[in-house]
């Protein structure tokens, strides 16, 4: 099974699971917050903390840029609003300094071709494809380009699809994860199967991103074989924002990494033998130690 090394780390089955705290837009544009967040990312166990980077006059639809609608920011069109949740070239320096302070990797899912080449100036670790581009050909090529490690989510798609991208970006250097994109998800909609099904036909690294509002699923997928998990992180649950109730809050991010971290322990090995512990109960219960 194939290997693929995300800054430091190697991401693969043999290997802990590489847990991601996706903080995407949930910052609400708010860098202080974002600090916070990565802090929190930090303290729980998380590998990487995940932004989103969109470049809005190219992913805004035309008939969606003048819907107004109440924001944070006040009475506003749809777009300002974008504008809003997008860091500036000064923020994300400020975001990579602090990460590098706080010893945790950072990238983002990149939604448009000139928001690649953006976070190419930070020498991005990886690449993340989220579900709602995965069939987007040109920039599955533009990204492949720039010869990083690219993960990529595959909610919303059917295996005909997820196919296709991988034919085009090849698997090197390529992570899938099993993804359901509605927010929040629900227990029977999430298909954790496919989690092995992936494994069996791609034979490389396959992750699972998940927007249910528990644990109990995502460890789950660990306990099938998921090499890589993210999870939405916030500050509160209530806050304003789409992904906010799909969310994990500070307390239950660090149960779930803690959960992921026993459940890898107690997976163990495939050989069926009697552990040291057992040995004198099996003397005393059985009398043939």
Same mark, same amino acid.
């Given at each position: 099974m194939a290997v693929v090394t995300i800054g430091k780390k190697k991401v693969g089955h043999k290997y802990p699971s590489y847990i991601i705290a996706e903080i995407g837009i949930n910052h609400n544009g708010d860098i202080?917050?974002?600090?916070?967040?990565i802090r929190v990312a930090k303290v729980?166990? !998380?590998?990487a903390v995940k932004f989103q980077k969109r470049t809005p006059e190219i992913c805004v639809p035309l008939k969606q840029r003048k819907i107004m609608r109440e924001t944070p920011w006040g009475y506003i069109s749809y777009m300002d609003y974008? $504008? =809003?949740?997008?860091?500036?070239?000064e923020q994300y320096s400020e975001i990579d300094k602090f990460c590098k302070e706080q010893e945790i990797t950072w990238f983002a899912s990149v939604w448009d071709e000139p928001s690649v080449d953006f976070l190419e100036q930070f020498n991005a670790p /990886?690449? =993340? +494809?989220?579900?709602?581009? &995965?069939? @987007?050909k040109s920039l599955l090529q533009h990204v492949r380009k720039k010869g990083r490690?690219? +993960?990529?989510?595959?909610? &919303?798609?059917?295996?005909?699809? %997820?196919d296709s991208a991988i034919d085009i970006l090849g698997k090197k250097d390529l992570v899938v994860l099993q993804? /359901? #994109?509605?927010?929040? !998800? =629900? $227990?029977?909609?999430? @298909?954790l199967r496919?989690?092995? *099904?992936? *494994?069996?036909?791609? =034979? +490389?690294? +396959?992750?699972?991103?998940?927007?249910?509002?528990?644990?109990? #699923?995502? %460890?789950?997928?660990? !306990?099938?074989?998921? /090499?890589? %998990?993210?999870?939405?992180?916030?500050?509160?649950?209530? @806050?304003w924002g789409t992904d906010q109730a799909a969310s994990l809050e500070p307390n239950g991010f660090i149960r779930l990494i803690r959960d992921i971290r026993l459940v890898e322990q107690a997976m163990g090995s495939d050989e069926k033998r009697v552990s040291p512990r057992e040995l004198p109960i099996k003397e005393k219960l059985r009398g043939d130690g």
């Open positions: 202080e917050d974002t600090k916070q967040l729980a166990g !998380a590998d974008r $504008y =809003k949740v997008e860091f500036s070239f /990886c690449y =993340k +494809i989220p579900s709602a581009l &995965m069939t @987007n490690p690219i +993960i990529i989510s595959t909610g &919303m798609s059917t295996l005909d699809e %997820v993804t /359901c #994109s509605s927010y929040p !998800a =629900k $227990y029977d909609e999430l @298909n496919v989690i092995s *099904m992936y *494994m069996e036909r791609y =034979k +490389i690294p +396959i992750g699972y991103s998940g927007h249910e509002t528990g644990l109990a #699923s995502t %460890v789950g997928a660990v !306990a099938l074989g998921a /090499c890589v %998990v993210e999870r939405h992180l916030t500050l509160d649950r209530a @806050n």
